[in-house]
T-cell receptor
Framework: DAKTTQPPSMDCAEGRAANLPCNHS???????VYWYRQIHSQGPQYIIH???NNETNEMASLIITEDRKSSTLILPHATLRDTAVYYC?????????????FGQGTTLQVKP | DAGITQSPRHKVTETGTPVTLRCHQT?????MYWYRQDPGHGLRLIHY???????DKGEVSDGYSVSRSKTEDFLLTLESATSSQTSVYFC??????????????FGPGTRLTVT
């Protein structure tokens, strides 16, 4: 599975869009990009995933560049409850185990 | 939220005693996982299961064993607890999605302290 690089921390003003980048320059064609987050003391929470097209759900949008070497998670109107560590993970599809390897992630601090 | 419970939620035990943590799911998902989380190390996979009685080691499996006798339950056992196993333990489940994707859903965690 490809390695990912994320900034260690970011700040965002409440009500503004939070744009969290992830670099995955060695991604291969059958690897998905997944985003999870972990709010303090809770279990990680699945947010969204994508292969090559942009994706949107009730929580966030995922923008993947055309060459698939990077992606951005967008929280359109960040709230204080979105303060968390965000993990970008690349995972090959069709694996018979579904194991995920979590890196250090980006700590997003949403400020009033 | 996915139906995943962990028990106990908190436990304090003494070095050398056996400890079993339980993960229970109501989603009928095939895959189940045990992770531990420690400051400075993030989440690390201990063991996982890809079906009843089918389990395999993760990256930090030494000192741990697992069992899965039915789809809904995945047990993690510390045969003889040590202080280095003080941690927060998370269980997760997943199922094969469309086109081979996987989304994992996590339980609330068990905080284990070994004194």
């Amino acid at each position: 599975d490809a390695k990912t690089t994320q900034p260690p921390s970011m700040d965002c003003a409440e009500g503004r869009a939070a744009n969290l980048p992830c670099n995955h320059s060695t991604i291969s064609g059958n690897e998905y990009v997944y985003w999870y987050r972990q709010i303090h003391s809770q279990g990680p929470q699945y947010i969204i995933h994508g292969l090559k097209n942009n994706e949107t759900n009730e929580m966030a949008s995922l923008i993947i560049t055309e060459d698939r070497k990077s992606s951005t998670l967008i929280l359109p109107h960040a709230t204080l409850r979105d303060t968390a560590v965000y993990y970008c993970i690349v995972k090959r599809s069709g694996s018979n185990t579904g194991k995920l390897i979590f890196g250090q992630g980006t700590t997003l601090q949403v400020k009033p | 939220d996915a139906g995943i419970t962990q028990s106990p939620r908190h436990k304090v035990t003494e070095t050398g005693t056996p400890v079993t943590l339980r993960c229970h799911q109501t989603e009928n998902h095939r895959y189940m996982y045990w992770y531990r989380q420690d400051p400075g190390h993030g989440l690390r996979l201990i063991h996982y299961s890809y079906g009843v009685k089918d389990t395999d080691k993760g990256e930090v499996s030494d000192g741990y064993s697992v069992s899965r006798s039915k789809t809904e339950d995945f047990l993690l056992t510390l045969e003889s607890a040590t202080s280095s196993q003080t941690s927060v333990y998370f269980c997760a489940i997943s199922e094969t999605g469309a086109q081979g994707s996987y989304e994992q859903y996590f339980g609330p965690g068990t905080r284990l302290t070994v004194t």
